[in-house]
């Protein structure tokens, strides 16, 4: 097959238009945090959807496109998620955890229970596709699975709160219990879970900070 291209648009129209873009990205992303505290607000199926059509629009390699993104809004699979989720929780406070890694989660005062795996009106599982299952049951290779899902979860945080919602990356291990759960097919392994709400009134974040800029980059 020939390849086929078109002709690239660039967007914004202009350099002043995409400067005040980019300082409004900027400032949005700046104030973007993970939250724990969860209203009972619900959110509509048309904003996921258009959150999700976001996420799906990251690059992947060969544009493979090798994710799926399961909204859940049953309280009842909800339910099942959080008790199992918890389970794991449990397992990794009660021992699996090193000490180094217990004192590292202090600032941020978790544990096993995970109250807004029921609290928040939508959680988003993220499933990688390592391989894509044709219609003979044959496989079809991806490439670049863990990075193309990686950005596409970037995607997702991202337009989560320039949507004015929170979110949380939450990655509970193992995390074979969503695939049983949710009735995934056998190519597809969670990758992240992220509850989605509006905050509760009078939520509050740890107080932490980011690296700064001279810490992680290197300019030559």
Same mark, same amino acid.
């Not at 929780?89 to 955890?97: L, M």
């Not at 049983?180 to 709400?197: A, H, M, Q, T, Y």
């Given at each position: 097959m020939d390849p086929k291209f078109l002709p690239y648009t660039p967007?914004?129209? @202009?350099?002043?238009?995409?400067?005040?873009?980019? *300082?409004?990205?900027?400032?949005?992303?700046?104030?973007?945090? @993970?939250?724990?505290?969860?209203?009972?607000k619900p959110v509509s199926r048309m904003i996921v959807k258009r959150l999700i059509g976001l996420a799906a629009s990251a690059p992947s390699g060969a544009n493979k496109q090798p994710w799926h993104f399961v909204a859940v809004e049953n309280p009842e699979v909800k339910r099942k998620i959080r008790t199992a989720a918890e389970e794991e *929780?449990?397992?990794?406070?009660?021992?699996?955890?090193t000490e180094e890694w217990l004192e590292d989660l202090k600032p941020f005062a978790t544990d096993w229970e995970k109250p807004f795996l029921e609290d928040a009106p939508w959680?988003?599982?993220?499933?990688?596709?390592?391989f894509d299952l044709e219609a003979d049951g044959s496989k079809a290779k991806n490439y670049y699975v863990q990075e193309s899902v990686g950005i596409a979860c970037g995607f997702l945080i991202a337009a989560i709160h320039a949507a004015g919602l929170v979110t949380l990356t939450h990655t509970p291990s193992p995390m074979g219990f969503l695939s049983?759960?949710?009735?995934?097919? @056998?190519? *597809?392994?969670?990758?992240?879970?992220?509850?989605?709400?509006y905050p509760a009134e009078g939520a509050e974040v740890p107080d932490i900070s980011k690296k700064g800029l001279d810490e992680i980059s290197d300019f030559i």
């Open positions: 967007w914004p129209a @202009s350099d002043t238009d995409a400067r005040a873009l980019f *300082e409004n990205f900027e400032t949005s992303l700046q104030t973007r945090r @993970s939250l724990r505290m969860y209203s009972k *929780e449990k397992a990794f406070y009660g021992g699996r955890a959680l988003i599982v993220v499933f990688r596709k390592n049983d759960i949710l009735g995934r097919p @056998s190519n *597809e392994k969670p990758f992240l879970l992220l509850p989605l709400g």
